[in-house]
T-cell receptor, first 115, second 111 residues
Framework: AQSVAQPEDQVNVAEGNPLTVKCTYS??????LFWYVQYPNRGLQFLLK??????LVKGSYGFEAEFNKSQTSFHLKKPSALVSDSALYFC?????????????FGKGTRLSVIA | EAGVAQSPRYKIIEKRQSVAFWCNPI?????LYWYQQILGQGPKLLIQ????????DSQLPKDRFSAERLKGVDSTLKIQPAKLEDSAVYLC?????????FGSGTRLTVV
């Protein structure tokens, strides 16, 4: 079975500092990995995904994530945090089998960027 | 491209009442999902459709939840009768070619 772990419920970072939101996964075979962001009373907005190729994936709003197969991790990073980045972040995984299989989500990490 | 449309945005009902949610996926997306997101948790899959057929409903509480996608486009999710623990955001998503798009969700409060 596929699963995602986001070990931190909350991450606090000062504006302008780098941020990291952690994610580890478990899946049979090679994974597709995703990061989504959710603002209050909004749906999930896609940030980035890893399918294959370069382990460093760049996405929306200056976010990037690094796929590490040996550590089964896909941590989300940003070099300089903004107050507007404060939101709920979800990591998700699906197996690399055929068809449009559903995403399995972690429990989410709340990011708070302090001015 | 228009996004995934959901309605209503908010709904408050009393326990034991019934409620229905509607979803219009992105045009051409054959696969549609309903997720339940309870406060403080990640989204959990309830049901997956491929066109108008059910692919996976193993996590749908079938004694009270039902869903349909009659013409392979719009979908409705119904709860009857609702329980307090059904309070959550219900998210609809559609996918094609490995990309997933989520609607804004319906926030259900059962009192």
């Amino acid at each position: 079975a596929q699963s995602v772990a986001q070990p931190e419920d909350q991450v606090n970072v000062a504006e302008g500092n780098p941020l990291t939101v952690k994610c580890t996964y478990s899946v049979s075979g090679n994974p597709y990995l995703f990061w989504y962001v959710q603002y209050p009373n909004r749906g999930l907005q896609f940030l980035l995904k890893y399918i294959t190729g370069d382990n460093l994936v760049k996405g929306s709003y200056g976010f990037e994530a690094e796929f590490n197969k040996s550590q089964t991790s896909f941590h989300l990073k940003k070099p300089s945090a903004l107050v507007s980045d404060s939101a709920l972040y979800f990591c998700a995984v699906r197996g690399r089998n055929s068809g449009n299989t559903p995403l399995v989500f972690g429990k989410g990490t709340r990011l708070s960027v302090i001015a | 491209e228009a996004g995934v449309a959901q309605s209503p945005r908010y709904k408050i009902i009393e326990k034991r009442q019934s409620v229905a949610f509607w979803c219009n996926p992105i045009s051409g997306h054959a696969t549609l999902y309903w997720y339940q997101q309870i406060l403080g948790q990640g989204p959990k899959l309830l049901i997956q459709f491929q066109n108008n057929g059910v692919v996976d409903d193993s996590q749908l509480p079938k004694d009270r939840f039902s869903a349909e996608r009659l013409k392979g486009v719009d979908s409705t999710l119904k709860i009857q009768p609702a329980k307090l623990e059904d309070s959550a955001v219900y998210l609809c998503a559609s996918s094609s070619g490995g990309g997933y798009t989520f609607g804004s969700g319906t926030r259900l409060t059962v009192v």
